[in-house]
T-cell receptor, first 113, second 115 residues
Framework: DTAVSQTPKYLVTQMGNDKSIKCEQNLGHDTMYWYKQDSKKFLKIMFSYNNKELIINETVPNRFSPKSPDKAHLNLHINSLELGDSAVYFC????????????FGQGTRLTVV | AQTVTQSQPEMSVQEAETVTLSCTYDTSENNYYLFWYKQPPSRQMILVIRQEAYKQQNATENRFSVNFQKAAKSFSLKISDSQLGDTAMYFCALLTEGGSEKLVFGKGTKLTVNP
C-alpha cells in the first residue's frame, strides 16, 4: 500500500488554466505538507496543515489554495496558472509529536505551456 | 531562521568505494532533527538516515552513517561500499521543534556512482 499518494503524476496544461493536485496519506499522520521543487532541484515548503488546520503558509501567491477535507487528505488547487508554476510538487506527511521524519508522495510534475 | 548548506553540487565515486557528502546548518533552536534524503531518478524522496540533536552518538543505517558535529553545526553523510543504486540527489534537511515545524532543505548534492 502506498503511504502517501498524489495524483496525477504528470500534468501538462496551458497558461491561465485552473488545476488541482490531490494527496492522500494512509499513515494516520496529523500533519501534511506541500513542497515545491524547482528546476534546480531546490525544495521549499509551501503549506503545512495539522489536523485540517493551516499552520504554515510560506509567502505563496494566493493563486495557490490548499484544501484539507480531513486529516488524511490535502489537495492543492492552482488558479490562473503561469509559466513559472512549472515544477514538481510534493505532498508529504508526518506525525507532529516527536518531530518524526516526513514521508513523501511520488511528486507531480506540472508543466505549464 | 534556519538554513542548510550543501557545498558540493556534484560528486562522483567508484563502485565499492567510500564517499562523504557535506552539510552545514544554522539554527538558534536547541531541539532539532537532521535528516538525509535520497532522490533517485524516479523522483521519489526516500529517507536515508536521521539524527536527533540531543543524541551524541552518530546514527548508522547499514552502509550509511553520519558524522554529527553539533558545535560546528556540521552533519556529513558517509556512504560505504558505494553501489550503482546509490546514484541520486542527496538532500540534507533540518527540522526544529517548538517553532514552525517544517523541513528546511539544502540545495542537494548529485552523487554519481561509476562502475
Amino acid at each position: 500500500d502506498t503511504a502517501v499518494s498524489q495524483t496525477p503524476k504528470y500534468l501538462v496544461t496551458q497558461m491561465g488554466n485552473d488545476k488541482s493536485i490531490k494527496c492522500e496519506q494512509n499513515l494516520g499522520h496529523d500533519t501534511m505538507y506541500w513542497y515545491k521543487q524547482d528546476s534546480k532541484k531546490f525544495l521549499k515548503i509551501m503549506f503545512s496543515y495539522n489536523n485540517k488546520e493551516l499552520i504554515i503558509n510560506e509567502t505563496v501567491p494566493n493563486r495557490f489554495s490548499p484544501k484539507s477535507p480531513d486529516k488524511a487528505h490535502l489537495n492543492l488547487h492552482i488558479n490562473s496558472l503561469e509559466l513559472g508554476d512549472s515544477a514538481v510538487y510534493f505532498c508529504a506527511s508526518s506525525q507532529r509529536s516527536g518531530a518524526t521524519e516526513a514521508f513523501f508522495g511520488q511528486g507531480t510534475r506540472l508543466t505549464v505551456v | 531562521a534556519q538554513t542548510v548548506t550543501q557545498s558540493q553540487p556534484e560528486m562522483s565515486v567508484q563502485e565499492a568505494e567510500t564517499v562523504t557528502l557535506s552539510c552545514t546548518y544554522d539554527t538558534s533552536e536547541n531541539n532539532y532533527y537532521l535528516f538525509w534524503y535520497k532522490q533517485p531518478p524516479s523522483r521519489q524522496m526516500i529517507l536515508v538516515i536521521r539524527q536527533e540533536a540531543y543524541k551524541q552518538q552518530n546514527a548508522t543505517e547499514n552502509r550509511f552513517s553520519v558524522n554529527f558535529q553539533k558545535a560546528a553545526k556540521s552533519f556529513s553523510l558517509k556512504i560505504s561500499d558505494s553501489q550503482l543504486g546509490d546514484t541520486a540527489m542527496y538532500f540534507c534537511a533540518l527540522l526544529t521543534e517548538g517553532g514552525s515545524e517544517k523541513l528546511v532543505f539544502g540545495k542537494g548534492t548529485k552523487l554519481t556512482v561509476n562502475p
